[in-house]
C-alpha cells in the first residue's frame, strides 16, 4: 500500500477486489486471479555463501524444533543430515559460543542465544514500545493479548501477554502460524504482493497440511480450500479479522493493525485471543474489538510520540575472541561459524538498517568476511537488503532458538550452573527465592553431590528466612548487603555452614540467591570465604548474565 494510504483508501481498495466486476487494476492485497503450479525447490545457495555458517544455522532450527530444545548427537546428525564428525564440530563451536550446552550425548540450547533473537527485537523497537500496553489490555480484559509481525506468508509473535489457559495451545514469542490459520494473517496480506501470494499458493500446494509449522497442529480438513482471500478483502474493508477456530477447536481471536505513523504501514498486529467457552469469535468483534481499538490507538500514538532509538555499542572484539578460540581448540572450532553468527549481533536499538562498513566496524570483521557472512544470512532468510543497500534482520532470526528458550524459568536457567558449581566445590549447591510473606526462603534448584552429610532439602523445602544464609541475602540485611554475601553456621543442624550470594536481575533488584551448604569441620568460616566464595560469586555471575538476556523482551518465571 502506499505510504499515504488510510482505511477509507483501503476500503476503496476492498470495493474494487476481483469478482465484484470492477474493471479497475487489482489492488495491492488482493491476490492473483490463478494459483501456480508446482512449488519451486529451494533455491541452491550462492556461491559466495559460507557453508559452515549454513550448517551451524540448520542445527540450531532442528534444535528450535526438537522437544525441549534438545537433541542427542546422533538424533542431529539425521535431523540435518550432517556427517558425525560435522556434527560434533558446529555443536563444539556453538557450546564455545555459549549457545548449546553439551550434556553427555545431549546437545541443548542455552539462554545466552537469545541473544540473537534479542538483536532483532531490540533493533525493531516495538515491544519495547508496545508490550507494556498490550500486557495492560491482557489485564483489563483478562484474555491473553499479543503481538505478531508478518513473516513472508506466516505471522511471529513479538510478544505475549498470557493470562488464561483454558486453550491446548499457546503460543511463544518467535513462534511461526501460517497466516491463513489466524487472525493477523489477513491484515498482513493487505498489503502482500504479488509475489508474496505466488509464494503462498506454492507453500499451501506443497504443504498443504502445514507440517513445516511445528507450531500449530496438521490440518484436518486439507481437501477444503481456504477462504483466506475474502477474509482478506474483508480485513481490508473493517480493518479487523477474526480467527474462529482456524487452529484448534474452541481457540477464537480478534486482531487489530497498528499502524507504522510514518508510513501507514502495518508494524505488527495486536490480538486477543479468547476461547469459546467465553466468548464466540463473533462476539469477540462486538464487545472486546472497541477496547482492542482503543489500546491499539494509544500504540500508534506511543509509536509517534517514540523518543529516537539510543544506539548501544555494539560488543566489541568479538573477532579477536573467535581468533583466540581457534588457537585454543584447533579443528574442534570453526571459525567461519561463530564469526558468521556474530554478524547478527552488530544489530540491535537504533542499529536496524546497517551498511556493510559498520557491520564490519561492529565486528571487527574484515569486510570481506562480513560481506560473505551477510550474503549466507540473506540466502537463509535471516537478513535483507533495504533499498539503500543496508542490511536489516529479519524476524526469521527468532527461529533460531527463541520460542523454547522464551519460557525458560529461573530455575532451569540456573541448573546447569548449580551441578557445575556443586561439581567443583565437591559440595551442594542451591537457588531459593523469598515466599510472597517474605517471611521464608523456598528451595527452587539444587545440585548436590554424594558427600552431604545434610538434612534433606528437596525442592519446593520451605525454611526460615531469618535463620538461614540464603534469607538473609534475600532479605538484604545490612550485613549481608555491605559483604555481598552471608554465611550462617550450624544452619539447619550443627555441623553444617551456609554460604550464600545474590542473583540480581536486569534492574538490580536481588530475584534469588544461591549457596554453598558445607561441613562445618572440613574448613575454618575463613577459609570458607577465602575458598568458595569467588566460585559462588562467580556463578552468580554467570547466572545473572543469562538472566539479562533471557530476561530482556520477557519476564523469567523466578520458581
Ligand atoms: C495468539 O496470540 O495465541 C493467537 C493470536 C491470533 C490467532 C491465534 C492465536 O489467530
Given amino acids: 500500500m502506499p505510504a499515504h494510504t488510510t482505511n477509507d483508501a483501503a476500503r476503496r481498495q476492498a470495493a474494487a477486489a476481483p469478482g465484484t466486476g470492477n474493471a479497475e487494476p487489482r489492488p495491492a492485497h488482493a491476490p ?26 540448520a542445527v540450531l532450527r532442528r534444535l528450535t524444533e526438537a522437544d525441549g530444545g534438545t537433541l542427542s548427537l546422533s538424533g542431529l546428525e539425521k535431523a540435518t543430515g550432517l556427517a558425525r564428525s560435522t556434527v560434533d564440530r558446529v555443536t563444539a563451536t556453538l557450546a564455545r559460543m555459549g549457545y548449546v550446552r553439551l550434556d553427555g550425548r545431549d546437545v541443548t540450547l542455552a539462554p545466552r ?78 498489503e502482500w504482493t504479488e509475489s508474496d501470494w505466488h509464494h503462498w499458493h506454492e507453500r499451501r500446494a506443497a504443504d498443504p497440511e502445514d507440517r513445516t509449522f511445528p507450531a500449530v497442529p496438521p490440518r484436518e480438513h ?23 477456530q482456524l487452529i484448534e477447536p474452541g481457540l477464537v481471536a480478534v486482531s487489530a493493525p497498528v499502524r507504522d505513523p510514518g508510513t501507514g504501514r502495518v508494524a505488527c498486529v495486536a490480538s486477543v485471543v479468547s476461547h469459546t467457552s467465553r466468548h464466540t469469535a463473533e462476539d469477540l468483534r462486538t464487545t472486546l474489538l472497541p477496547r482492542l481499538r482503543a489500546a491499539v490507538t494509544a500504540m500508534e500514538n506511543d509509536l509517534r510520540t517514540a523518543p529516537p532509538p539510543e544506539p548501544g555499542t555494539p560488543r566489541s572484539g568479538l573477532a579477536t575472541w573467535t581468533t583466540a578460540s581457534k588457537h585454543e581448540l584447533g579443528r574442534e572450532f570453526i571459525e567461519s561459524l561463530a ?24 565486528t571487527g570483521l574484515a569486510r570481506a568476511t562480513a560481506r560473505r557472512a551477510l550474503i549466507t544470512h540473506e540466502h537463509a532468510g535471516l537478513v535483507r537488503q533495504t ?19 522464551s519460557r525458560t524459568s529461573l530455575p532451569q536457567i540456573v541448573q546447569p550452573h548449580l551441578t557445575a558449581l556443586a561439581d567443583r566445590v565437591h559440595e551442594s549447591a542451591s537457588l531459593a527465592v523469598l515466599s510472597d510473606s517474605g517471611e521464608e526462603i523456598q528451595y527452587t534448584a539444587r545440585a548436590s553431590t554424594s558427600r552431604v552429610m545434610s538434612a534433606h ?10 535463620s538461614t544464609a540464603l534469607g538473609h541475602v534475600l532479605l538484604s540485611l545490612p550485613e549481608a548487603r555491605s559483604l555481598g554475601y552471608a554465611l550462617v553456621d550450624e544452619e539447619l543442624e550443627a555441623g553444617l555452614r551456609s554460604l550464600a550470594v ?58
Avoid: W
Fill in 32 to 57: 492473483p486471479p490463478s494459483a501456480p503450479s508446482a512449488p519451486s525447490a529451494p533455491s541452491a545457495p550462492p556461491a559466495e555463501a559460507v557453508a559452515p555458517l549454513l550448517r551451524g544455522i
Fill in 113 to 190: 542465544l537469545t541473544e540473537l533473537g534479542n538483536a532483532y527485537l531490540a533493533a525493531l523497537r516495538l515491544p519495547a514500545l508496545l508490550s507494556s500496553r498490550a500486557d495492560a489490555l491482557a489485564g483489563e480484559l483478562d484474555e491473553s493479548v499479543s503481538l505478531a509481525v508478518g513473516d513472508r506468508d506466516g505471522i511471529r509473535f513479538i510478544h505475549q501477554a498470557t493470562r488464561r489457559r483454558a486453550m491446548s495451545l499457546s503460543f511463544r514469542i518467535g513462534d511461526l502460524l501460517p497466516a491463513e490459520r489466524t487472525a493477523p494473517g489477513p491484515l498482513f496480506a493487505t
Fill in 222 to 244: 486439507t481437501a477444503q480450500d481456504d477462504d483466506f482471500e475474502q477474509r482478506t478483502t474483508a480485513a481490508a474493508a473493517t480493518d479487523c479479522a477474526l480467527d474462529d
Fill in 339 to 362: 564469526r558468521g553468527l556474530t554478524v547478527l549481533t552488530a544489530f540491535g536499538e537504533g542499529r536496524s538498517a546497517l551498511t556493510l562498513t559498520e557491520v564490519a566496524k561492529a
Fill in 387 to 405: 533499498p539503500d543497500h543496508r542490511f536489516s534482520l529479519t524476524p526469521r532470526v527468532l527461529s533460531l532458538g527463541f520460542p523454547p528458550l
Fill in 457 to 466: 532439602i528437596t525442592l519446593g523445602t520451605r525454611l526460615p528466612a531469618r
Fill in 502 to 559: 545474590p542473583v540480581r536481575d536486569r534492574e538490580g533488584r536481588t530475584v534469588a540467591a544461591v549457596n554453598i551448604a558445607m561441613h562445618a569441620a572440613r574448613r575454618t568460616a575463613a577459609d570458607c570465604v577465602k575458598d568458595v566464595l569467588p566460585f559462588l560469586k562467580e556463578t552468580a555471575a554467570h547466572i545473572e548474565a543469562d538472566l539479562r538476556e533471557a530476561g530482556r523482551f520477557r519476564r523469567v518465571p523466578l520458581t
